[in-house]
């Protein structure tokens, strides 16, 4: 079994659910079952499914989880565009999200490519 903590893409999605968590604290309470329970619940899936992946026998099965978590990224990113339109976070907080789902995808985007290119 592979130590997904080890896997850089892994490493990045943790420290971006957790930045999200920390940053949608400040959320206005009407949001607690709306944006904030939608962006968090994206934001953790990410490292999550990466994770779950790291276990996979398979490389077909591997892709599907790294999909997933790609799909799960999209989501991430949308709902930080979303969340600095309305005001939900400051100016540094969503530069810091935005570099971080940026970053998230570039190793993700490499670990698929890799995967890929073994099937």
């Not at 899936?45 to 099965?61: L, M, R, Y």
């Amino acid at each position: 079994m592979r130590d997904y903590r080890k896997i850089g893409a892994w490493a990045e999605a943790d420290a971006m659910a957790v930045a999200v968590y920390e940053y949608t604290r400040s959320f206005p309470p009407d949001e607690s079952n709306g944006l904030r329970k939608d962006l968090r619940c994206c934001a953790h899936s990410v490292p999550t499914n990466i994770a779950k992946g790291s276990v996979c026998e398979s490389i077909p099965d591997y892709l599907e989880f790294l999909h997933q978590a790609r799909c799960a990224l999209i989501d991430t990113d949308y709902f930080v565009r979303l969340a600095g339109h309305l005001g939900y976070l400051g100016s540094d907080e969503h530069k810091v999200l935005k570099a971080l789902v940026k970053s998230t995808a570039a190793r993700l985007d490499k670990m698929i490519g890799e995967a890929l290119a073994r099937t």
